[in-house]
């Protein structure tokens, strides 16, 4: 079956929400008799379902629970770098591992429940439940049968998720009892605010090559070889996969399609508001209580009033009573006469439906007309364009069944008139040229082996491509002759920042004997700003600098092409006032607590779990893993 570029980028549906949700959902099966809810199941076992991977202390660890955990987290990876991943990329990523340590932790917690005997009232979570509108039906109460089909699509029985709330919300009572009632040490907070608030000023003078006494000399030949010799692994080819590939694609038999003149200009006609855009104002309207006082605040603009000032006397700003830009019919009764002004007129006073109104004219928006025969080109390659990629979608399957009897990509290209071409791909790319500037071939160039059989993928203009990997190509330097002008423009940045930074030397020298900084050139003069502001255009490297420097330091800062020196003129101590100044310390304050709260929290759950004992099956975890490929 053939790929498309929906089916290769698809993200997986993470089930957690739905998981959480419903087990939320299974707490009202306690209290919701008076319902008809029934069928309530214990936490006993229900055969097969509950074998385990592990136990930590008493509590087992089921293989639903780990299988659960590992989607959950391959989803979530998967949405995190856009493209869904399977089972063995996941486990070299160690997606599996980290799904098992956060089983192992919170079954920790489990069993420390139960070990001090932490329950949970039914009652007070089934009101807590009934309150919440995200689990009501068509008739606002709690519907059993979309409890049922959630429990059904997602493969778990009533007693799973029952029990597992039972020990979710124990889990979180033992949580808050741990993690409340931590505050912040005010010592601690005084002296991560003082840090994190400190301000400095500092000048800088960006050294740019026409601050150099005389241009970079051209390299010679020789100069050039030697470069190239010397840094020759820039100057390498990365390993490539070589790929031959048969692509179909829409601009390649787009000129053969035929174009209907009727269904051009039926076209043209469904689309007259991108061809005829009528002329269009920017106005403000002004409005009155009647037509009396409307009439008084003319005759005052006429005398020379400034319309600003008419604005204001009614308790109003610009914004207020801006209409952006519109049409004649959108203004009622005032078009015709908005419609006959000149740019910068006040017309009026009209009536409209909220009052007498004066319309002030901003500005002109002219129309434009494009005529059929001036559009016909466009609309003519559109039509053409799509006619391709319907006539490509009629050929996917036959294209597909080819390819499954055998055929090669050189017989799909005589068959299909698709274009085979080979080309060095290296993998993980962002971007390219031709083909390489798909996603989608991208993507399946990404993951091609050496045993996989072509098969046709859909791209994202509606083309189809067929690609098969003929050799993993080595490394390989590029021939000084290939590389020349690439080589030529390396050798010139490395010239160029040498002597910037010899330059930068002698110019801190001068400086540091008292010569002012502004001597040498324009300096950018930063009076305020604290360790996470941003200046433009500049490196990170830069502000870590300045606060590290003394004041009155003078430092040279270095970074690729950039080549500045920054003098420090002022330290300056945290804001302790305003209300920004508090707020921003009470932030600090609630990340130290909750910091101090989550680190006593993993201790805790470090310490019941050692104190517990961990047992893993690691073969039934294998089994696991080997079941998702």
Known sequence: ??????????????????????????????????????NFSGLGGIGGRNSSVGSVGDTKITIDDYARAVREEVNVFSQQ?????????????GLDSKALQGLVATTALDDEAQRVGLSVGDETVANALMSMDRFAGTSGTFDREAYRFTLERNNQTEAEYEASLR??????????????????????????????????????????????????????????????????ATFTKPEAKRITYAALLPEAIAKDQPVDEAALKTLYDERIDEFVVPERRLVERLIYPDQAAAEAAKTRLDAGEAFETLVTERGLTLDAIDLGDVGKAELGQAGDAVFAAAETDVVGPVTTDLGPALFRVNAILAGEETSFDEARELL??????????????????????????????????TQFAMTVATVDYVPGGQGGEGIAAYAAFRTAADAVTPDDFPEAIVLEDGGAVALQLDEIVAP???????????VAAAWRADALSKALSAHAVEVKAEIEAGKAIGSFGIVDVTPDITRNGFIENVPATLMSAVFEMAKG???????????ALVTLNSILPASTDGEDSRAEREALAARIQQAIA????????????????????QAAISAVNESFR
Not at 181 to 189: N, R, V
């Open 476 to 486: 390989a330097p590029i021939p000084f002759e290939e590389a020349r002008e690439d």
């Open 81 to 93: 770098i856009g493209q869904p991943i399977g089972m063995q990329a996941a486990i070299s990523f």
């Open 380 to 413: 003519a390659e559109e039509m053409k364009t799509d006619a391709a990629r319907r006539a490509i979608a009629d050929r996917i399957e036959e294209i597909d069944n080819e390819l499954a009897a055998g055929a090669t990509l050189a017989e799909l290209g």
């Open 553 to 563: 330091d003078v430092r040279v800062i270095e970074e690729g092409e950039f080549v």
């Open 598 to 617: 989550q680190d006593v929290f993993t201790s805790f759950t470090n310490a019941v779990t050692s104190d517990a004992g961990i047992s893993l099956d």
């Open 1 to 38: 079956m053939a790929k498309t570029p929906e089916a290769e980028t698809k993200r997986p549906v993470s089930k957690s929400k739905n998981t959480a949700a419903w087990i939320v959902v299974g707490l009202l099966i306690f209290g919701l008799g008076g319902f008809g809810v029934t």
């Open 167 to 232: 020990r979710s919300v124990a889990r979180s009572i033992l949580q808050g009892a741990i993690v409340g009632g931590f505050t912040a040490p005010d010592a601690l907070t005084d002296a991560l605010y003082a840090y994190g608030a400190e301000r400095r000023g500092f000048s800088m003078l960006r050294l740019t090559e026409a601050d150099l006494a005389a241009p970079l000399a051209e390299p010679t030949e020789e100069e050039l070889r030697a470069f190239h010799e010397a840094n020759i």
